[in-house]
């Protein structure tokens, strides 16, 4: 069974528009992240939560904004979406902040 | 500022070979080094870390990696790889203290292993 769920799997959305990527971990964990992958950079940070206070935020842009409904969910507002932000977008979680962090399936965000 | 670079961008070898994937970081402080592995079209798989102690650490499927800190490197090795384990290799730094649990990735190596 998958620990760390995401949803959707893929998701298309047009330029301007706004998404809600889910994440949710059923490992018992206490932090939560966001990482960023696609084809022009490497994986890249975006957020760190700690029973689900924000840690830190290394996204410079205030159109991602981490939305923590419970301890075992971070999910991930998109606003006003670009084409550039098309990328495959993963969840982690680890038992503590800075443990080891295990990663879900990802979401692949296509904005045309 | 911490970085990773993974030398080699890809790597081919076949079944039974041995095989080294390359990582050396700059980080000014304590850090923890891990490891990464990707499947095509999967999210990554935690294979093993490093902190402090032994600088031989072993991970899950015969991997092991070594720590220098004279040489900033941290390499994944496997003695006899095996058709599956072709996939990318993540390499990632992170600072070991309460400043800091963002894992700063290498660019990755891909490895491909032929029958």
């Known amino acids: 069974d998958p620990k760390i769920i995401q949803k959707p799997k893929y998701l298309v959305a047009v330029t301007g528009s706004e998404k809600i990527l889910i994440c949710e971990q059923y490992?018992?964990?206490?932090?939560m992240y966001w990482y960023r992958q696609s084809a022009k950079k490497p994986l890249e940070f975006m957020f760190s939560?700690?029973?689900?206070?924000?840690?830190d935020n290394q996204t410079a842009s205030s159109r991602f904004q981490p939305q923590s409904s419970k301890k075992n969910h971070l999910d991930l507002q998109i606003t006003a979406l670009k084409p550039d932000d098309s990328a495959t977008y993963f969840c982690a979680s680890s038992q503590h902040w800075g443990d080891e962090q295990y990663f879900g399936p990802g979401t692949r965000l296509t904005v045309l | 500022t911490q970085t990773v670079s993974q030398s080699d961008a890809h790597v081919t070898v076949f079944e039974g070979d041995s095989v080294e994937l390359r990582c050396n970081y700059s980080?000014?402080?304590?850090?923890?080094l891990s490891w990464y592995i990707q499947h095509h079209g999967r999210g990554l798989q935690f294979l093993l870390k490093y902190y402090s102690g032994n600088p031989v650490v072993q991970g899950v499927n015969g991997f092991e990696a070594e720590f220098s800190k004279s040489d900033s490197s941290f390499h994944l090795r496997k003695a006899s790889v095996h058709w599956s384990d072709s996939a990318v290799y993540f390499c990632?730094?992170?600072?070991?203290?309460?400043?800091?649990?963002?894992?700063?990735f290498g660019g990755g190596t891909r490895l491909t292993v032929r029958p």
């Open positions: 939560y700690s029973y689900q206070k924000l840690m």
């Open positions: 980080y000014g402080g304590s850090i923890y």
């Open positions: 990632a730094v992170s600072a070991y203290n309460n400043a800091g649990a963002k894992l700063t």
């Open positions: 490992l018992g964990h206490n932090a």
